[in-house]
Each structure stands twice: as structure tokens, then as C-alpha cells.
């Protein structure tokens, strides 16, 4: 979580010098040829402001922590908001649908968590990194079929 929210303040620094950049340049029309360089840096701005834009929802959706409170059967997720910082919500273990619910393999890459409530935005799990301290916490959360073969 800590490198993804790195990657994102990452994200917003470029983003602005590139944009910066090419307001600067873009009003000193002594520099620029009109016909070619207003072209490539508004080119090279707009393709800045669409990465940051699709990097910050990704991000958004990117689980970085999983915790399960059993005595309220309740589960903290935490993931990185747009602007890169640390967000955490809580759901009950009702509402999650188990894997086996859905079209996701939690044996892949990455996999989504399926809300019952049509509201809440599917989140991404990375199963390759990290670790699991409570395999048996995942399991009463997602459903044991699904955890079954080592992931």
C-alpha cells in the first residue's frame, strides 16, 4: 500500500510539471512554432490529466488490507483514495458475496470483491503479494471452496 500510495503522489507531481510545463511554454509563443510544439504539449498535457485520472481510479479500487472483527462480524477494508491517502470502511460479512457467488478466481493475479450492495464499487485483491496471517478469517469472509488450492 505504502508503494502504491508513492506511485500516486508520483502521479500528481508529473502531472503538474507536465502541465506547468506546457502552460508555460504554450504563452512564450517566442519559443514555440505554432504549427507542431502547441499541438505535441497539449498532446503531452491531455494524455497527463488522462493517466492521472486512470491511475487515481484504479488505485481507488486497489485493496491494500483486509481486517475481520468476528465478535461483530464485520470487515475493515482499506484502500487509497484518489488523492493517495489511506481509507478505511467497514462492511458486514453479510454483505460480501463469496467468491464462489461470483466470476472471480482468487488463484489469479487479481480478483474483485463483489458487494451485495449494488452501490459499493467492486475492489481489487492482489493475491500475489502480501500475505495472509488468518487464512481462516479470509475463508469465513469469501468462503472456504474458494481457498482451497494455495494462493
Known sequence: M?????FNRLKF??????????TILYTNEAILDPDVNVHV????????????????????????FI??????ATVRFSHLTFWGQRN??????EDVVPISD????????????H???SRRRKLIVCSRFGG???????????????????S
Open 132 to 150: 495472509v496471517k488468518h487464512r481462516e478469517s479470509l475463508k469465513s469472509i469469501f468462503g472456504s471452496e474458494a481457498f482451497n488450492s494455495k
Open 102 to 113: 461470483t466470476p472471480e478466481d482468487a488463484t489469479k493475479f487479481a480478483w474483485k470483491i
Open 88 to 93: 478505511d470502511f467497514d462492511v458486514a460479512v
Open 2 to 6: 505504502r508503494h502504491l500510495s508513492a
Open 13 to 22: 507531481l508529473q502531472t503538474f510539471a507536465v502541465s506547468g510545463a506546457t
Open 115 to 117: 458487494f451485495y450492495d
Open 41 to 64: 504539449l497539449a498532446g503531452l498535457g491531455a494524455f497527463s490529466v488522462v493517466t492521472l485520472f486512470a491511475f487515481g481510479e484504479y488505485f481507488r479500487r486497489v485493496v491494500g
Open 67 to 72: 481486517y475481520f472483527r468476528p465478535e461483530d
